[in-house]
């Protein structure tokens, strides 16, 4: 399985984003997909998750009520909606698939996308 993520770029705070990963393969459909995200000095965290049929998301408490995570199985893309953006939300970004335990858990993720940056001035 292969992750494309893109939509990074540069925000004002306050402004808005959305981050698209696409998948490559016939099981997308089936996977737990999760975004993280690793600001700079920092260890890569938790942002959001969504179960294969949509029916169950998770949220960082940092981010709670600003994003939305969604997904489209027939165009096998994730999405991440962000909103009011904050200096703090400035990192890169990974897409992960198919989530094998806690879906908060980066090393329970089988596949990585290669990351898109976004920042956020203040």
């Known amino acids: 399985v292969q992750l494309q993520a893109s939509g990074g770029g540069l925000v004002q705070a306050g402004g808005s984003l959305r981050l698209s990963c696409a998948a490559s393969?016939?099981?997308?459909?089936?996977?737990?997909m999760g975004w993280f995200r690793q600001a700079p000095g920092k260890e890569r965290e938790f942002v959001a998750a969504m179960i294969w049929d949509g029916r169950s998301t998770n949220y960082a408490d940092s981010v709670k009520g600003r994003f939305t995570i969604s997904r489209d199985n027939a165009k096998n893309t994730v999405y991440l909606q962000m909103n009011n953006l904050k200096p703090e939300d400035t990192a890169v970004y990974y897409c992960a698939a198919d989530s094998r335990g806690e879906v908060v858990v980066a090393r329970k993720y089988s596949y990585w996308g290669q990351g898109t940056l976004v920042t956020v001035s203040s």
């Open positions: 393969g016939r099981r997308f459909s089936t996977y737990t």
